[in-house]
């Protein structure tokens, strides 16, 4: 059992930066691929990043290349997602999830997800 809580969301403008952070509670964290998701008003939950169990590896969508990043620290059970030059589109409720790397970009390959957490970037 993974237990994930967010936390580093807030109001920036656009420019800005902000870095979430994700908590895992358990001992057994590096073995899971970590995720971020997010979740726009009237949208359906896009993928944004992912990361291996080990860190080594990353994967971005398209439109946040760039300007994202994901990392881990799995001594800390830690996953982070930096945003950097953010865009009032960018506005949404960001949330980590715990999973299956190889299937990144789709939701039914993670177990575990956190309680979700407010991003708004005005304009």
């Known amino acids: 059992q993974v237990q994930l809580v967010e936390t580093g969301g807030g109001l920036v403008q656009a420019g800005g930066s902000l870095r979430l952070s994700c908590a895992a509670s358990?001992?057994?964290?590096?073995?899971?691929?970590m995720g971020w998701f997010r979740q726009a008003p009237g949208k359906e939950r896009e993928f944004v990043a992912a990361?291996?169990?080990?860190?080594?590896?990353?994967d971005y969508a398209d439109s946040m290349k760039g300007r994202f990043t994901i990392s881990r620290d799995n001594a800390k059970n830690t996953v982070y997602l930096q945003m950097n030059s953010l865009k009032p589109e960018d506005t949404a409720v960001y949330s980590c999830a715990a999973g299956s790397y190889s299937g990144r970009y789709s939701q039914s390959a993670y177990g575990y997800w956190g309680q979700g957490n407010q991003v708004t970037v005005s304009s």
């Open positions: 358990g001992r057994t964290f590096s073995i899971y691929g």
């Open positions: 990361i291996s169990g080990s860190g080594f590896t990353t």
